[in-house]
């Protein structure tokens, strides 16, 4: 167990809706970072916020927003979903923005319909 | 912006061999190189990592070598095991401290 939590475990849910995943750093972290595997794929780094700010991005499509609050969850949100979306969403944390081990969390499985 | 390159996309060793997964970056910036394990369905969990002002790191039977004038590094598992058998990503960072990942190397250890 990394400390890192993720709700929830799996999504299903249709094309051209909303969904929104949530994640909890381990303790003391204050970097959130959130990444998409696709089935056999790699990590693809979508977006990473620091203290509540976002401190880089990736990939991240325009229908796809985040953000982290002052207790340091952070919640991806995924808008007009497309079969394609469907992949494992991962969210990770780490305690600075800088060259840090980055803990994982388990996972959010979105499978779009 | 930084792109991984990471080989094989698969390796297959007989258990008690060892294995070697090869990846280049194209960042000179970057600076921090971990390597991340994922077995099935679940989640990448840091096996090794390097920072650029070391060449080499071993811990126990995972080693990882940088060299950073050619930009690449490498994982080395001496005397493989079943528990081995995962997919391994490394991934390159900079001062940007975004993380970018190869496309995964699935090593199966077999009896």
């Known amino acids: 167990d990394s400390g890192v939590t993720q709700t929830p475990k799996h999504l299903i849910t249709a094309t051209g809706q909303r969904v929104t995943l949530r994640c909890s750093p381990r303790?003391?972290?204050?970097?959130v970072y959130w990444y998409q595997q696709s089935l056999d794929q790699g990590l693809q780094f979508l977006i990473q916020?620091?203290?509540?700010?976002?401190?880089a991005k990736g990939n991240i499509l325009e229908r796809f927003s985040a953000q982290q609050f002052p207790d340091l969850h952070s919640e991806l949100n995924l808008s007009s979903l497309e079969l394609g979306d469907s992949a494992l969403y991962f969210c990770a944390s780490s305690v600075n923005w800088g060259l840090d081990e980055q803990f994982f969390g388990p996972g959010t499985r979105l499978t779009v319909l | 912006g930084e792109n991984v390159e990471q080989h094989p996309s698969t390796l297959s060793v007989q258990e008690g061999d060892s294995a070697v997964i090869k990846c280049t970056y194209s960042d000179s910036a970057s600076n921090y190189f971990p390597w991340y394990k994922q077995e099935l369905g679940k989640r990448p969990q840091l096996i090794i990592d390097i920072r650029s002002n070391v060449g080499e790191k071993k811990d126990q039977r995972i080693a990882v070598t940088l060299n950073k004038t050619a930009k690449h590094f490498s994982l080395h598992i001496t005397e493989t095991q079943p528990e081995d058998s995962a997919v391994y990503f490394c991934?390159?960072?900079?001062?940007?401290?975004?993380?970018?990942f190869g496309t995964g190397t699935r090593l199966q250890v077999t009896l």
């Open positions: 916020y620091y203290n509540g700010e976002e401190r």
């Open positions: 303790s003391g972290d204050l970097s």
């Open positions: 991934a390159a960072s900079g001062t940007a401290s975004k993380l970018t």
